[in-house]
């Protein structure tokens, strides 16, 4: 005699126990085999090319005065214009960029103190007083290092309007490069010291 106990009952499976069973036995398939919902016809999209569609920067006019590059000692603009600094005499040099002009400045009258502060020279103020209209902002690298610039010399240019972000020339330059891109180049100015000074 066989006992009950023995012969399992067997109940048929419902709908959504069959179904549940199924995806977890289907989800851990070991087959290399590719679902059918997946077609050829999505293929992995290139990235560099849907990110270049949205490069709003890369269709816009650079300005006049656009800072190419860096070098050790000189200051290369698009227009392959060059500050080069120092000049014959020894005197640093450096560049005033205004409404898409470059102007060359004389540095050697402004004051650095502790290696640290430094004091504009009003030559360069002047040409900054004569200018109409005033850009909004200016930004100042002072150099191959972060400086500061003197609260008179700050003092100075909050009289006539202008805003100040100062930093070292590289991070200036870069800077000065994406404002004057994104806005009118009479509303952002720069002033560049040479980046070996």
């Known amino acids: 005699m066989i006992s009950r106990r023995i012969i399992p009952t067997i109940k048929p499976l419902t ?3 069959a179904t549940s069973k199924w995806i977890s036995l289907r989800s851990f398939s070991t087959t290399q085999h ?5 077609s050829n016809a999505f293929k992995a999209a290139n990235l560099g090319d849907n990110l270049s569609n949205f490069d709003l920067f890369a269709t816009m006019t650079k300005p006049d005065n656009n800072i190419e590059m860096i070098s050790k000692d000189s200051i290369v603009f698009t227009n392959l214009k060059v500050v080069k600094s120092p000049n014959p005499k020894g005197e640093p040099l450096g560049a ?10 004389n540095l050697k009258d402004c004051k650095l103190s502790n290696r640290v502060v430094v004091t504009l ?7 900054v007083r004569m200018i109409h209209p005033k850009p909004e902002l200016i930004v100042v690298g002072l150099g191959a290092k972060a400086r500061m610039l003197s609260p008179e010399s700050r003092d100075k240019f909050k009289d006539l309007g202008i805003k100040l972000e100062v930093g070292d ?5 870069l800077n000065y490069d994406l404002l004057a891109t994104e806005r009118s180049p009479s509303l952002v100015g720069a002033l560049i010291f040479p980046p070996n000074m």
């Open 169 to 173: 020339t590289r991070n200036a330059v």
């Open 15 to 17: 709908k959504l126990q």
């Open 96 to 105: 005033l960029l205004l409404h898409n002009q470059i102007l060359e400045i």
């Open 121 to 127: 020279d009003d030559k360069i103020l002047d040409v």
């Open 34 to 38: 590719t679902p059918r919902h997946y």
